[in-house]
């Protein structure tokens, strides 16, 4: 597999590259399960828990800030993908149009097809985090997680949700479905926190 999908880091790309990960020579799919497919018209975002009930439709998204990103990409099942171009919305833009109650330290992103990922607010509102609608230039696949995904580079890949559709703010962690499932709670690739040391 090594050479044909996937080869070592060199050079200067050694120092992007997270302990134990391969560079990718595409942009590998991994999914768990099959991928929903939402139309822009039916697409619907909602926010409750700790930050009240909102509801935002596909025009309110696209009538925020855009920017362009250019980020590296690196899935806990050690492969990393290097200088991935989106464009989107910044989770910080996103969060000055909700009102957040000051006992939320953690959210839960809620995607169609029922997946669900946890993040800490600080890993969550952060300047480099963005919910992504387009790739390399085109409209985000739905099989990268189209119509739109939350991209948080910081972070291992599985953090990065696609099909996003809601955020719950809550008080105290509620571990995701990866989580729930022998997955570490936070994910940070450079302390290779792939697995929960609980399994």
Same mark, same amino acid.
């Given at each position: 597999?090594?050479?044909? &999908?996937f080869?070592?880091?060199t050079g200067? !790309?050694?120092?992007?590259?997270? %302990?134990?990960?391969?560079?990718?020579?595409g942009?590998?799919?991994?999914?768990y399960?099959?991928? %929903?497919?939402?139309?822009? *018209?039916?697409?619907?975002?909602?926010?409750?828990?700790? @930050?009240?009930?909102?509801?935002?439709?596909?025009?309110?998204?696209?009538?925020?800030?855009?920017?362009?990103?250019?980020?590296?990409?690196? +899935?806990?099942t050690?492969?990393?993908?290097?200088?991935? #171009?989106?464009?989107?919305?910044?989770?910080? !833009? &996103?969060?000055?149009?909700?009102?957040?109650?000051?006992? *939320?330290?953690?959210?839960? *992103?809620h +995607?169609?097809?029922?997946?669900?990922?946890?993040?800490?607010l !600080?890993?969550?509102?952060?300047? #480099?985090?963005f919910?992504?609608?387009q790739? &390399?230039?085109?409209?985000? %696949?739905?099989?990268?997680g189209?119509?739109?995904?939350?991209?948080?580079p910081?972070?291992? @890949?599985?953090?990065? @949700?696609?099909?996003?559709?809601?955020?719950?703010f809550?008080?105290q962690e509620?571990?995701?479905?990866?989580?729930?499932?022998?997955?570490?709670?936070?994910?940070? %690739?450079?302390?290779?926190?792939?697995?929960?040391?609980?399994?």
């Amino acid at each position: 597999m090594l050479g044909k &999908f996937f080869k070592k880091p060199t050079g200067e !790309d050694k120092d992007r590259v997270p %302990p134990g990960q391969h560079l990718a020579n595409g942009f590998p799919l991994m999914t768990y399960g099959r991928a %929903p497919k939402v139309e822009k *018209a039916d697409w619907q975002f909602r926010v409750w828990g700790l @930050a009240g009930e909102k509801s935002f439709r596909w025009d309110d998204f696209m009538g925020m800030p855009v920017h362009s990103f250019t980020d590296d990409f690196h +899935c806990v099942t050690r492969w990393s993908k290097l200088g991935v #171009q989106w464009t989107g919305i910044k989770v910080t !833009d &996103f969060m000055s149009r909700i009102e957040l109650d000051p006992r *939320a330290k953690h959210v839960t *992103a809620h +995607c169609y097809g029922g997946y669900t990922t946890n993040l800490s607010l !600080d890993d969550f509102v952060r300047e #480099q985090n963005f919910f992504a609608f387009q790739l &390399f230039g085109e409209p985000l %696949p739905i099989e990268h997680g189209g119509p739109l995904r939350l991209v948080v580079p910081h972070l291992y @890949a599985w953090k990065s @949700a696609k099909w996003i559709n809601g955020l719950e703010f809550v008080e105290q962690e509620q571990l995701g479905f990866w989580e729930v499932n022998g997955y570490h709670s936070r994910g940070e %690739p450079w302390s290779e926190e792939r697995y929960s040391s609980l399994f």
